[in-house]
C-alpha cells in the first residue's frame, strides 16, 4: 500500500526559506506530486517530479530520490501569502488514483 | 480560477437525508474525479469518470454514487446520509486520454461543496 509521511506544521518569518519534507512508501511509482491548498479553498497543483533530482519553479523548488522515498518542496523569499497547506502526493500501486499526505500547514509571519 | 464549477457551495442537511453534488470541469477536459477531505482523513480520492465511463474507485462507500452525463457535468449522489459524512467534496478534472499519466495527476479542483449533516 501507500504511506505519506508529512509534517503537520511548520513556521516561518517573511523573505526566509523554508523546507517541508515528504517521505513515502509505495509499491510502484509514477512520480511525486506537490499540490498548495489554501484554508477553505481548492488544492492547486504546484509540481511534479518523475525523476531524481531538483525541479524549479520560480520561488518553489521540489526535489526528489526514489531510492530513498523522500521529496522536498523548498519555497524561497516566502510571502505572507504562501500560508497554507502543503499536499504531498503519490499514485497508488494500480496507477489508478492520487494518494495524498494530510498535508504540511506553513504560517508564514512578518 | 481553475475552470472547474461546483454546486452548491454550502449544504445542510439532516442525517438519512439523500444529497446530489454536481461539477462541471473545465472545457476540454473528460476525466473528472471526486474528492472528499475531512479534517481527520484529509484527502480522499472517491471516483474517477472519463468520457462518460466509470475509470477508478477509490474509497467511496456504497451509499454513495456518481456518474458522467454526455456534457460532461458529473454529479455525486449521496445517500442515508450520517454525521461522518460531513466533510469538503471536491471535484477536479484534467486532460489527458482516461489513463494515469502525468497530464492526469496534474489535477485542476473545483472550489467544492461543504457538506454539514447535522
Known amino acids: 500500500g501507500q504511506n505519506i509521511d508529512q509534517p503537520t506544521e511548520m513556521t516561518a518569518t517573511e523573505g526566509a526559506i523554508v523546507q517541508i519534507n515528504c517521505t513515502y512508501q509505495?509499491?510502484?511509482?509514477?512520480?511525486l506530486f506537490w499540490y498548495q491548498q489554501h484554508a477553505g479553498e481548492a488544492p492547486t497543483f504546484l509540481s511534479y517530479?518523475?525523476?531524481?533530482g531538483l525541479e524549479e519553479k520560480g520561488r518553489f523548488s521540489s526535489f526528489l530520490s526514489r531510492s530513498k522515498g523522500y521529496s522536498y518542496l523548498l519555497l524561497k523569499e516566502l510571502q505572507m501569502k504562501d500560508s497554507a497547506s502543503y499536499l504531498c502526493a503519490v499514485p497508488n500501486q494500480a496507477g489508478t488514483a492520487l494518494i495524498f499526505g494530510k498535508g504540511t500547514t506553513l504560517s508564514v509571519s512578518s | 480560477d481553475s475552470g472547474v464549477t461546483q454546486t452548491p457551495k454550502h449544504l445542510i442537511t439532516a442525517t438519512g437525508q439523500r444529497v446530489t453534488l454536481r461539477c462541471s470541469p473545465r472545457?476540454?477536459?473528460?476525466?473528472v474525479y471526486w474528492y472528499q477531505q475531512s479534517l481527520d482523513q484529509g484527502l480522499q480520492f472517491l471516483i474517477q469518470?472519463?468520457?462518460?465511463?466509470?475509470?477508478a474507485k477509490g474509497n467511496i462507500l456504497e451509499r454513495f454514487s456518481a456518474q458522467q452525463f454526455p456534457d460532461l457535468h458529473s454529479e455525486l449522489n449521496l445517500s442515508s446520509l450520517e454525521l461522518g459524512d460531513s466533510a469538503l467534496y471536491f471535484c477536479?478534472?484534467?486532460?489527458?486520454?482516461?489513463?494515469?499519466?502525468?497530464?492526469?495527476?496534474?489535477?485542476?479542483f473545483g472550489p467544492g461543496t461543504r457538506l454539514t449533516v447535522t
Open positions: 472545457s476540454g477536459d473528460l476525466s
Open positions: 469518470y472519463y468520457n462518460g465511463e466509470e475509470r
Open positions: 517530479n518523475v525523476l531524481d
Open positions: 477536479a478534472s484534467s486532460a489527458g486520454d482516461g489513463g494515469w499519466d502525468v497530464e492526469s495527476y496534474e489535477q485542476y
Open positions: 509505495t509499491s510502484g511509482f509514477n512520480g
